[in-house]
């Protein structure tokens, strides 16, 4: 009796997850075919697919946001790169360097990671006026780069590698830009590649920073989505082809790195 209430509870527990796998699914099944239907198709069968597939909306799609995607790739590589650049440095400098204000420092970092970042918002949006680099890509490429949260994800992942591989260079007679390009950054390419698949997919989704400091013929796509196909009367299967394409980047990315992505979770997860 006991086993047979055990059976039926794990089979309504399965049932209970299937379910929530296939409310999570629909959305995106459902933005996919409705991107190849035509406006009648559309208004009278969303909710499931029909054929013949219009392919057209893809085209229509594409011209519109083409430029908007264009200029996306391009603040999304430059961000990502001068994130690592600068972050991967301050990070070994904090976790490896004996320096006076080091241990200070560092709990600054931490604390920082406190601040909730609405609260800075306003003073930061203020900061880019006044240095004339509101309306430029300078505006969405620079505050990444100086993010205390990657700081610290990689100056905890910095502390956890063993300080003797670090004192055997230095006996060798390697320098600190050395021991931080020789044996720092390769020991870390696993974080590092993390940092920079969740640099790009945030840029990628970037909506409100883009609208507050740039002008819309400059916004990238999460934003420039929103000005072609909300602001304006666009044909919805057009619209739902446009999500797609937008997003079609960051679904092939996490197809090819979901591997090394969650190793440098985990990885990180084991030095903290």
């Not at 086993?3 to 379910?19: D, E, H, P, R, S």
């Not at 995106?28 to 208004?43: G, I």
């Not at 200029?71 to 301050?90: C, E, G, K, Y």
């Not at 300080?163 to 055997?168: C, H, I, P, S, Y």
Request: glycine share 6%; net charge positive; with cysteine.
């Amino acid at each position: 009796m006991l086993k047979g209430k055990k059976k039926g509870a794990q089979i309504a527990l399965n049932a209970f997850i299937v379910l929530l796998f296939v409310l999570g699914l629909y959305p995106l099944f459902m933005a996919v075919w409705c991107a190849f239907k035509t406006p009648n198709q559309y208004s009278l069968y969303k909710w499931f697919p029909t054929f013949p597939l219009r392919g057209e909306n893809v085209q229509l799609a594409f011209a519109k946001i083409e430029n908007y995607m264009f200029r996306t790739f391009v603040v999304a590589i430059s961000a990502t790169a001068l994130t690592l650049f600068i972050t991967t440095m301050a990070a070994f400098a904090i976790a490896k360097l004996e320096f006076k204000g080091s241990k200070m420092l560092f709990a600054l970092i931490l604390a920082l990671n406190m601040v909730p970042g609405v609260l800075t918002l306003v003073p930061t949006v203020i900061l880019y006026h006044k240095l004339r680099l509101n309306n430029t890509l300078f505006a969405l490429i620079l505050p990444p780069a100086f993010s205390t949260g990657t700081t610290f994800l990689l100056a905890c992942y910095f502390k956890g590698l063993p300080n003797a591989v670090f004192e055997a260079a230095e006996i060798d007679g390697a320098n600190d830009f050395i021991k931080y390009i020789g044996i720092g950054v390769p020991l870390a390419v696993p974080i590092i590649a993390t940092v920079a698949i969740m640099q790009v997919s945030g840029t990628w989704s970037d909506f409100g920073w883009p609208m507050l400091i740039m002008t819309k013929a400059k916004y990238t796509i999460a934003a420039g989505l929103k000005v072609e196909f909300y602001d304006r009367a666009m044909s919805m299967p057009v619209s739902f082809a446009a999500y797609l394409l937008a997003s079609s980047p960051l679904i092939i990315m996490f197809f090819f790195t979901s591997k090394v992505y969650a190793e440098g979770i985990v990885s990180s997860g084991l030095k903290l």
